[in-house]
Nanobody
Framework: QVHLVESGGGLVQAGASLRLSCAAS????????VGWFRQAPGKEREFVAV????????YYTDSVKGRFGISRDTAKNTVTLQMNSLNPADTGVYFC?????????????????????WGQGTQVTVSS
C-alpha cells in the first residue's frame, strides 16, 4: 500500500497562487504516474493534471492549462501542483493519486479508474 498525503491548501483571493504537495510513504513511488483531481461541493470529482513516472510527460485539463504546473522531486518522494491565477472555479478538495499504469498515452491519467492509490485531500478555497 502506498500512503499519499496532500498539503498546501488554504484560503486565498482570486489571482493568488498556491503550491500543493503530495508526499508518498514509499520510495517505490518513483515508478508511479501521479495525478491531481479536485471536487467542488455538489459536483463530481474532476481531473486536473497528471505527470508520468519519469517526470517527462504531463497532461492538463483545458481549464488549468497555462495556470497550473505539475512537477516531481524524486529524492523527496513528492509531487507538486503549482497553481497560479486562481479563480473561484478552482475551489474544491484537491486529491493526489498514484497509478502504476495509465495506458498508452499520458492522457489516460485523466480517468479516475486507472489510479491505484488516493490521498485524503486538501481544501482549496478561492474567494472573489
Amino acid at each position: 500500500q502506498v500512503h499519499l498525503v496532500e498539503s498546501g491548501g488554504g484560503l486565498v483571493q482570486a489571482g493568488a497562487s498556491l503550491r500543493l504537495s503530495c508526499a508518498a510513504s514509499d520510495s517505490g513511488f518513483i515508478m508511479y504516474n501521479v495525478g491531481w483531481f479536485r471536487q467542488a461541493p455538489g459536483k463530481e470529482r474532476e481531473f486536473v493534471a497528471v505527470i508520468s513516472w519519469d517526470g517527462v510527460t504531463t497532461y492538463y485539463t483545458d481549464s488549468v492549462k497555462g495556470r497550473f504546473g505539475i512537477s516531481r522531486d524524486t529524492a523527496k518522494n513528492t509531487v507538486t501542483l503549482q497553481m497560479n491565477s486562481l479563480n473561484p472555479a478552482d475551489t474544491g478538495v484537491y486529491f493526489c493519486a498514484a497509478a502504476r499504469f495509465v495506458g498508452q498515452q499520458i492522457s489516460g491519467g485523466s480517468l479516475p479508474a486507472v489510479y491505484d492509490y488516493w490521498g485524503q485531500g486538501t481544501q482549496v478555497t478561492v474567494s472573489s
